[in-house]
């Protein structure tokens, strides 16, 4: 099968002495997902680029330089990643340290494909519709969404473009939440394309079957109003002042921007597909050989850190790293010691340590 690519230029050409000036491009990948919601039909793979100017016109950093991150369950990878408030940009930050920095948004997220079945209300739940103080209405479709395993294959069509994008064998994966079995589930069967895998709160448990098990009547999506975004931080705060509500106030405003029909719904909601992690398990971890830097924050909440202990023990990684993150949450990046997150994560990608470790269990901000 014949894979059509392009890209487009979402910002001007810099100058030659602006060149560390960064720049923003979006790429879209055409991709034959294996999704049921889209399987058979054209889709594409939005990537967001973020890179200095002079390398982006030399046409990339080369091997080692580049890197993809992957976001979790609801909020798409743009948002997540490259919050446009002070230094909150995870992409950013990597990418004045002199990395070629993108982001992938999954079918059904952000600026990538959305089935066309998201867009009808009347394939939420009736508990959702409720919520949202919608007109109640029968389902119009009952196609399950997938799993990881068929996300497993979109990654790898954002990989290789990279690969022949940027002339490198191997990438680095960024994740967060639902990207570790995204990111580390595929690291584990592509280690001959990955370089190093570094993961904030990756989503684990050792009861995870290997296969999905269909539902008998799925959920299709799930939605996020901002009085729940809100709450669902809040619950985790443990120290003062480890949030900025501006830094709330920008994440929140991107997110809807990056869903104009749900922004409709209600008072205003961000969609996600329902994606099960079916085959994220003990087997999978430890078939890894990628080298792997995961980190906790200690106040999460919605990956507990016990959990992502045990993602860490079962790893057959032989450099491995695990961080406990000080007076952070399941948002570590949007927090107070985002900028511990981000230097850990730099250091990993460009020396494979951690304050000069190759492996073990680390404290970080206390």
Request: contains cysteine; hydrophobic residues 40%; aromatic residues 8%.
């Amino acid at each position: 099968m014949r894979i059509l690519i392009f890209a487009c230029l979402a910002a001007s050409l810099a100058f030659a002495d602006d060149s560390a000036r960064l720049l923003s491009l979006d790429h879209y990948v055409k991709v034959k997902s294996a999704l049921p919601s889209v399987e058979g039909k054209d889709a594409e793979l939005y990537l967001r680029e973020v890179v200095q100017a002079g390398p982006a016109l030399r046409g990339g950093m080369g091997a080692g330089k580049v890197v993809l991150f992957v976001h979790g369950a609801g909020t798409p990878a743009e948002v997540a990643f490259d919050v446009p408030y002070k230094d909150y940009s995870w992409m950013g930050f990597l990418a004045r340290a002199g990395y070629d920095v993108f982001s992938v948004d999954m079918i059904g997220y952000g600026r990538s494909t959305r089935p066309a079945l998201m867009s009808d209300a009347c394939n939420l739940t009736a508990a959702q519709q409720e919520s949202l103080g919608l007109k109640r209405c029968a389902k119009t479709a009952q196609v399950n969404q997938g799993s990881v395993l068929d996300e497993w294959r979109d990654i790898d069509v954002a990989v290789d473009y990279l690969r022949t994008l940027r002339r490198v064998d191997k990438v680095n994966l960024v994740a967060w939440s639902q990207g570790g079995p995204r990111a580390g589930g595929y690291a584990s069967q592509h280690p001959e394309k990955v370089l190093r895998v570094a993961i904030l709160a990756p989503a684990y448990a050792r009861t995870l079957p290997a296969t999905p098990a269909p539902a008998a009547d799925p959920a299709l999506m799930n939605t996020q109003s901002r009085a729940e975004f809100d709450a669902n931080w809040d619950r985790q705060v443990g120290c003062v002042d480890q949030y900025e509500p501006e830094t709330s106030r920008s994440v929140w405003s991107e997110m809807l921007a990056s869903d104009p029909v749900g922004a409709t719904w209600g008072t205003g909601v961000r969609r996600a597909p329902n994606v099960a992690s079916a085959g994220w398990g003990p087997a999978v971890a430890a078939k890894m050989t990628t080298p792997m830097l995961i980190i906790t924050g200690v106040h999460d909440k919605q990956v507990p850190p016990d959990r992502v202990r045990e993602l860490y023990a079962d790893l057959g990684s032989k450099e491995k790293i695990f961080i406990d993150l000080a007076c952070s949450s399941h948002n570590a990046m949007w927090e107070r010691n985002h900028l511990l997150l981000f230097r850990a994560t730099e250091e990993w990608l460009s020396k494979g340590t951690v304050q000069g470790n190759k492996e073990g269990m680390l404290k970080l901000g206390y």
